[in-house]
């Protein structure tokens, strides 16, 4: 039983590393310009979590293997160095593991969060809802109008509760339901709520960030690559969770430039 | 008077009649017995939700017969809304958190063996032992309730976050008077557990037999004590959240609830709330109970590989010092879970750093398991295979950890099926592997029946490979940014996945499936099981002194005095190779611990 027993464990540890060391089930092709420290440390921690799994795994197999089955009676030993030499293991490479992703793995989280946006920096405000994303721009006066949550009217499209008769910088706002940017600009985007919890991820941009009701977030990053890429809801906000997404659509600054015209043109 | 001083009397007289001797029993093991019940209930009721979820996540357009009589409304024809999807996780997620792996290897094997172990008669406070096993029926009665009323159960998942959970109806179905009787059940729980730990911590403290020195108590005993702690300070920061939820959903209060929420067209009343308070408060509890799930069953695993082995661990010190570190690190670490919540990213930076140093006690402890095995001679019976998946299983879910530890990945995996891959495989089927094997363990002693062997290890060998069958893929669909909680999957990057969740749902249905054998195996020894012997595992500890199943009052008339360590294992005793923590004789030969 106990040889059965390491060979069914050799090969689980096998066949669950195999996708992995194939790359068969990986995060897609990275489109932003702070992807690649995230993925760095995620292919580093993948290497080292692979090795502790499959070291830890193969030994459990290897000793199960050796000292099952034998004789009852039979008399039994212990490594002679004891638990010193765990505990010192444990310590030296577990030890310097997290020293090394601590600090390393920083950098990743960093360059997302505590640099601050460049002020040329497009803004957006995205705004989430039970199960829609809005977009809204500045329009050319650069400055968003107020919200008044009690002038939400969906039925009349006024999505965020603009009041344009009565706040100036309301009247040229442009609100999208996909969100269109320029490729390689960097956009500071301002994150709100209108009901409950929701969340905004795009896997290839390697964004992702809740809204939370009363608190106004905000996020920056740059694309690199024009194309059109899903956003989709990641925090549990009610039944049709599953079904809340929207756009992201990187174009040229050409592009982006008639998209924008075409907006205030609607609007 | 230092004889008999531990235990001058008994705690309480025998019980008389059924309703005493079996429903409202002040005996230990009797409570002992009824919380693995319980949790026996709420686990298949659990796998069956899950059952439905993952039938549903791969063949939505065929109906599950029958299953419009439990929800006409959430299940039209036998088809799964997505509403009553997410009721169905709710649930799920509730049933197995709280009456699962809190009940089982922490209640329910606790409360039997912790007052064996330690040679007392019973529990400190017997009718607070009895009150606290009620008070969790009566939570899951009220949780139970909820799949029963117009309104159907909550959706707002296990972890209830605001203000989906706080600003009632308007925010979907399930969502009134569902979630209200999810609250009043949680709030009910917590008290139930309050009070189980600090009987626990009580009579840990207070009732050991004499010479059962702290050092001298059994690995799990340790654990079980150490999660007591950790669950007296849990549970207390859980309740009054609970009822800060319930004020805010029916006495118009604003804990979680901000200004300005418009849901469902309506401006909600509220003003002055921060739905990160119920984060805070929650994850204050909600990590720790991570710990509250896979201590006792590190301990009970421990407790069943030194019998197994037939030598004792490297060091049973370190592992209790290596548990003891864990929990006090739980408390500094329920952040992880909010890294992405918009708080101070700096925050994110300080919770990371001792979530990724528990790693150090969690490996010493696995390096001593698998470093004991070299030498041993092992066994490998139910319990025995039962233990060593466990070792296996608690190194898979442990390294999947390394990275949802670090704040910088958690910006991908956050929200995916990697992290569902990650505490199903530690905190679930790892928990569950320790009470299978106590179950294998222990059964004869509870029952006075022995477990059958070949079914235990059928039982084994489906469990283990289907489980790793389930849960392994989820790391993959993680990586590649598989979305959690979602009933269907309508994005243009989920679909091609779908091989993967039907390989997933055909080794759950099978895998489920293989849960009935153990059922089977229950019901059939405790009638028709061989009688067990007293010590049919040759064991060491005092609960192997006492008779299958052990009378009401544990050890007769007679105090145990306890002479040894508890372990004395591999070496030259008078009846094998061990020698009993309550025999007076000394060991020759043997093996350091």
């Known amino acids: ?267 | 008077m230092e004889e008999t001083s531990v235990q001058p009397t008994h705690v309480h007289a025998p019980p008389q009649g059924f309703l005493w001797k079996h429903v409202f029993s002040l005996d230990h093991k009797v409570i002992g017995k009824q919380y693995y019940a319980l949790a026996l209930v709420a686990v298949f009721t659990g796998m069956f939700l899950s059952w439905l979820m993952r039938f549903h996540l791969v063949w939505p357009n065929t109906p599950i017969p029958g299953l419009q009589f439990l929800s006409k409304v959430g299940a039209p024809g036998g088809l799964i809304t997505p509403e009553y999807y997410l009721s169905l996780l709710t649930m799920h997620g509730t049933l197995m958190v709280f009456f699962v792996l809190t009940n089982a290897p922490f209640a329910a094997f606790g409360n039997y063996f912790l007052p064996i172990q330690i040679g007392a008669e019973d529990m400190a406070f017997p009718r607070f032992n009895m009150m606290s096993f009620w008070t969790t029926f009566l939570a899951f009665l009220v949780l139970m309730l909820a799949f029963f009323i117009p309104d159907g159960p909550p959706i707002s998942g296990w972890t209830a976050y605001a203000p989906l959970s706080a600003v009632g109806g308007d925010a979907g179905p399930g969502l009134a008077w569902g979630q209200n009787l999810w609250a009043i059940s949680i709030a009910i729980f917590c008290a139930g557990s309050l009070l189980g730990a600090l009987n626990f911590i009580a009579t840990t403290i207070d009732l050991r037999a004499k010479g059962m020195t702290f050092m001298r108590m059994p690995i799990c005993t340790w654990a079980w004590f150490i999660t007591s702690c950790i669950a007296l300070l849990a549970f207390a920061v859980l309740l009054p959240a609970c009822i800060l939820l319930i004020l805010d959903r029916t006495a118009g209060t604003s804990f979680f609830i901000p200004s300005g929420l418009v849901v469902s067209d309506h401006l909600q009343p509220h003003s002055g709330g921060s739905p990160l308070l119920w984060q805070h408060l929650f994850w204050f509890f909600g990590h720790p109970e991570v710990y509250i799930a896979i201590l006792p069953a590190a301990g009970i695993v421990s407790h069943i590989l030194i019998n197994s082995m037939r030598k004792p661990l490297l060091s049973a010190k370190v592992i209790i010092y290596s548990m003891m570190s864990i929990g006090f690190l739980s408390y500094m670490v329920w952040g992880h879970h909010m890294f992405l919540s918009g708080m101070n990213p700096a925050s994110g930076l300080a919770f990371s750093f001792p979530t990724l140093t528990i790693t150090i006690p969690a490996t010493i402890i696995t390096l001593i398991w698998i470093g004991s095995l070299y030498g041993a001679n092992l066994r490998m019976d139910s319990a025995s295979l039962f233990a060593l998946g466990f070792i296996s299983m608690f190194v898979t879910g442990g390294v999947s950890g390394f990275f949802l530890a670090q704040p910088s990945l958690d910006i991908y995996l956050h929200g995916t099926y990697f992290v569902v891959g990650h505490f199903h495989m530690v905190m679930g089927v790892a928990a569950l592997f320790g009470v299978f094997a106590a179950t294998y363990f222990w059964f004869g002693k509870m029952t006075g029946h022995m477990m059958n062997e070949t079914l235990g290890k059928v039982h084994f060998w489906l469990t283990f490979i289907g489980t790793y069958c389930i849960f392994m893929p989820f790391h993959y669909l993680g990586l590649v940014g598989n979305i959690r909680r979602y009933s269907s999957f309508v994005n243009d990057f989920m679909g091609p996945l779908m091989p993967l969740h039907k390989f997933i749902t055909i080794a759950a249905l099978c895998t489920g499936a293989a849960q009935f054998i153990f059922l089977f195996n229950l019901v059939y020894s405790r009638f028709k099981g061989p009688k067990a012997p007293d010590n049919p595992w040759q064991g060491t500890t005092l609960e192997w002194t006492v008779p299958s199943p052990p009378p009401w009052n544990n050890f007769g008339d007679t105090h145990p005095i306890v002479y040894h360590d508890p372990y004395q294992y591999g070496v030259k005793g008078s009846k094998g190779d061990f020698i009993m923590q309550d025999s007076p004789e000394q060991a020759t030969g043997g093996v350091a611990g």
């Open chain 1, 1 to 267: 039983m106990g040889k059965f027993f390491a060979v069914v464990l050799v090969i689980i540890a096998l066949v669950s590393a195999y996708p992995i060391v194939t790359h068969k089930y990986a995060p897609p092709v990275d489109i932003s310009t702070h992807g690649h420290a995230i993925d760095e440390q995620l292919a580093d921690t993948m290497a080292e979590a692979g090795l502790a799994f499959l070291g830890a795994q193969l030994l459990l197999a290897f000793f199960i293997w050796k000292f099952s089955g034998r004789k009852e009676g039979e008399k039994v030993s212990a490594i002679p160095s004891g638990a010193k030499i765990m505990v010192a293991a444990a310590f030296i490479f577990v030890g310097t593991e997290v020293l090394a992703l601590g600090v390393f793995g920083q950098k990743a989280w960093a360059s997302v969060y505590f640099t601050a946006p460049a002020a040329d920096a497009l803004q957006v405000q995205a705004q989430a809802g039970q199960f829609a994303f809005y977009f809204r721009y500045p329009g050319p006066d650069g400055k968003f109008g107020p919200l008044h949550p009690d002038k939400i009217d969906e039925g009349n499209a006024n999505f965020f509760g603009l009041d344009p008769a009565n706040d100036v910088e309301s009247r040229d706002d442009v609100v999208a339901a996909e969100m269109a940017i320029p490729v390689n600009k960097e956009i500071h985007m301002l994150m709100h709520a209108k009901d409950v919890g929701h969340s905004f991820f795009i896997r290839e941009l390697r964004i992702q960030q809740d809204f939370v009701p009363g608190l106004d977030l905000s996020l920056h990053f740059t694309a690199t690559k024009i194309g059109k890429y899903e956003i989709v809801c990641t925090q549990l906000c009610g039944l049709g969770h599953y079904n809340m997404k929207a756009y992201l659509n990187v174009l040229s600054q050409e592009d982006f430039d008639k998209w924008m015209k075409e907006k205030i043109a609607e609007q």
